[in-house]
Nanobody, 111 residues
Framework: VQLQASGGGLVQAGGSLRLSCAAS????????LGWYRQAPGKERELVAG???????TYADSVRGRFTISSDSTRNMIHLQMNSLKPEDTGVYYC??????WGQGTLVTVSS
């Protein structure tokens, strides 16, 4: 399975970005779809996830600003990020079942 993440870039604080992750097979075959991020010098952390067991989950730091969604017709997941803050800067990775990972897309939020 291959995951291709896209949509990162440089944005000013308060701005928005939409990340996308395309899977090489049907996303119905996965139990967990998610986005993680890794800031410089920090460990990778969960940003948002969708699972059959837990529904939709968000990190406290992004709840109310980020929205995860899935598009089964295109085998894609998205992360809509609004009201971005400099602390949202990092490399964002999509994952499916924590087994398959995208290559990462860099998000930089300037103050």
């Amino acid at each position: 399975v291959q995951l291709q993440a896209s949509g990162g870039g440089l944005v000013q604080a308060g701005g928005s970005l939409r990340l996308s992750c395309a899977a090489s097979r049907s996303i119905f075959s996965f139990d967990v779809l998610g986005w993680y991020r890794q800031a410089p010098g920090k460990e990778r952390e969960l940003v948002a996830g969708i699972s059959l067991a837990a529904g939709t989950t968000y990190a406290d730091s992004v709840r109310g600003r980020f929205t995860i969604s899935s598009d089964s017709t295109r085998n894609m997941i998205h992360l809509q990020m609004n009201s971005l803050k400099p602390e949202d800067t990092g490399v964002y990775y999509c994952t499916m079942d924590y087994r398959y990972w995208g290559q990462g897309t860099l998000v930089t939020v300037s103050s």
